[in-house]
């Protein structure tokens, strides 16, 4: 059984930062594709960041430059540091977990993720 549990989440002011992790069981995080996912309230989930078995990563417009995903193997845990928050990167961030490789085009595609934590809210204040 797959479990992804995210933590690091919390309230901090513009300009800050903040490290999320999502710790997984039942999964090696660098098997297959794994990402991280954001929804602000009255809006639809968004891609943030993803990383493939390979390394290879993409990252929303957005946020690109500013947060970083990367693998931590030894505790099989995925992390997404954030620097340079702003108020409009406030919203429920998730983890994602695919049970394969996901081509580029379609790493922000939801449906294309088999298991989801149950998130991590950040707050960012101006």
């Known amino acids: 059984q797959v479990q992804l549990v995210e933590s690091g989440g919390g309230s901090v002011q513009a300009g800050g930062s903040l490290t999320l992790s999502c710790a997984a069981s039942g999964y090696t995080i660098s098997s297959y594709c794994m990402g991280w996912f954001r929804q602000a309230p009255g809006k639809e989930r968004e891609g943030v960041a993803t990383i493939n078995s390979d390394g290879r990563t993409r990252y929303g417009n957005s946020v690109n430059g500013r947060f970083t995903i990367s693998h931590d193997n030894a505790k099989n845990t995925l992390t997404l540091q954030m620097n340079s928050l702003k108020p409009e990167d406030t919203a429920m961030y998730y983890c994602?977990?695919?049970?394969?490789?996901?081509?580029?085009?379609?790493?922000?595609?939801?449906?294309?993720?088999?298991?989801w934590g149950q998130g991590t809210q950040v707050t960012v204040s101006s």
């Open positions: 994602a977990a695919s049970a394969r490789d996901v081509a580029w085009w379609a790493m922000f595609d939801k449906r294309a993720y088999n298991y």
